[in-house]
């Protein structure tokens, strides 16, 4: 349980411009994206002998990683594309640790990127969205992927008495993050009555109940502990790490209020050999407002049924009890499909660093990392310290 905890360090993370990058391709984004958390290690592509990408939705590649390693004519012993929707990058975080801690490599260059916002026409974009469900028992009946979430969001109400302010707050948090973000997709600050009064998209879920629609990509640089010290910045050190895997389409889930986070989340705490109280920091997946509700609940951050009413209480605040989505998450800062998770991940790099200027959590020494691929089926939880064993 413990093989990994402190065996791996990244060194390295940057984000590309975020939004509405119309100069850039999806795979285009990737490669800057890799540059720039190369040049934020320090060290040139030569010395990466590990690569892992995701699959673009705009631009895609039959071999993704290999394509990228022959743009950046690089030639890796690990090379790997992965698609677990916003859960991938955890998912991957761990498989490349391994890679590291068995010796198949020695430092990974984990680099995702996609441009639904520029890449996508509109008709692709729904048809996208139309298509994530079960051929016989969802998608003949038409609901897209805000749909399936409205049914989380009505059950978790339905069942604990959740109420669409509570819902609205996440959205408000996650903005007056945003707001201080330089680069950020959204930056306007808005109001619990803003949330309730934009356009109903799936009932109850609101316009500004739903994640971005973005260009972006994001990188980080992955090495073995013992290497660490070879690289330019403060490397943050990899503690815990879990998954957790309850079905693939909504109509197979046994329960629509409580996710396989529980699992991903305690095995995450068991190999760091924290507790929830000791997170100073998260980045909880945050594509659709009820989400993050459960996610809080299930990873252990607060009672079951009592996530609208900890965000209520301005938890999620800096200064507050768990100061949550730093940089404005996917409702605010950017959400460009598969690499979602990468945005938390780098934002949780930074706060461990020091870097985060006016959203700084204060003293921050622990982060935690979730994310959620499918419509609430895989998750993926990861801690990260600034020590290597706490």
Do not use: W
């Not at 619990?192 to 316009?207: C, W």
């Not at 660490?228 to 879990?242: D, V």
């Not at 996530?307 to 409702?331: D, K, Q, R, V």
């Amino acid at each position: 349980m413990h093989s990994l905890r402190g065996s791996t360090a990244i060194v390295g993370a940057a984000d590309t411009a975020v939004g509405k990058v119309p100069d850039l391709s999806a795979t285009e984004l990737c490669v800057d994206a890799a540059l720039r958390a190369l040049a934020d290690a320090g060290i040139g592509k030569d010395e990466v002998d590990g690569l892992v990408t995701c699959q673009s939705m705009a631009e895609p590649h039959m071999y993704h990683a290999e394509m990228i390693a022959e743009y950046l004519q690089i030639f890796p012993k690990y090379c790997v594309t992965a698609s677990a929707g916003g859960g991938t990058t955890i998912s991957v975080i761990r498989n490349a640790a391994a890679a590291i801690a068995a010796g198949v490599c020695e430092t990974v260059l984990i680099s995702m990127a996609d441009s639904l916002r520029s890449g996508l026409t509109r008709d692709q974009a729904m048809a996208m969205q139309s298509s994530t469900g079960h051929r016989q028992f969802e998608i003949p009946y038409g609901p897209t992927v805000p749909a399936y979430y409205a049914l989380i969001a009505r059950a978790h109400m339905d069942r604990f008495g959740t109420t669409p302010e509570q819902l609205a707050a996440v959205a408000v948090s996650a903005r007056s993050y945003a707001s201080d973000r330089p680069g950020a997709q959204m930056t306007e600050t808005i109001t619990i009555n803003d949330v309730l009064e934009s356009r109903m998209i799936a009932d109850p879920l609101h316009l500004l109940d739903c994640s971005l629609v973005s260009d972006g990509g994001a990188a980080v640089v992955l090495t073995s502990a013992a290497n660490a010290g070879n690289f330019r910045g403060k490397p943050i050190f990899l503690l815990g790490m879990g998954e957790g895997h309850s079905h693939e389409h909504i109509s197979q889930a046994k329960d629509l209020s409580t996710s396989a986070a529980v699992q991903s989340g305690q095995e995450a705490f068991a190999m760091a050999g924290l507790m929830p109280t000791d997170i100073d920091a998260a980045q909880i997946y945050d594509c659709f407002t009820p989400v993050v509700l459960i996610e809080l609940e299930d990873l252990g951050f607060c009672k079951k049924g009592e996530g609208g009413t900890f965000i209520e209480s301005g938890a999620s605040a800096l200064g507050g009890e768990l100061p949550m989505n730093t940089n404005g998450g996917l409702l605010s800062y950017c959400h460009p499909g598969n690499p979602g998770t990468m945005f938390g991940l780098t934002e949780a790099v930074y706060q461990l660093r020091g870097e985060s200027g006016p959203r700084q959590v204060t003293g921050a020494e622990t982060a935690l990392v979730h994310g959620q691929g499918g419509i609430m089926s895989s998750h993926a939880t990861l801690i990260l310290g600034q020590e290597q064993v706490l």
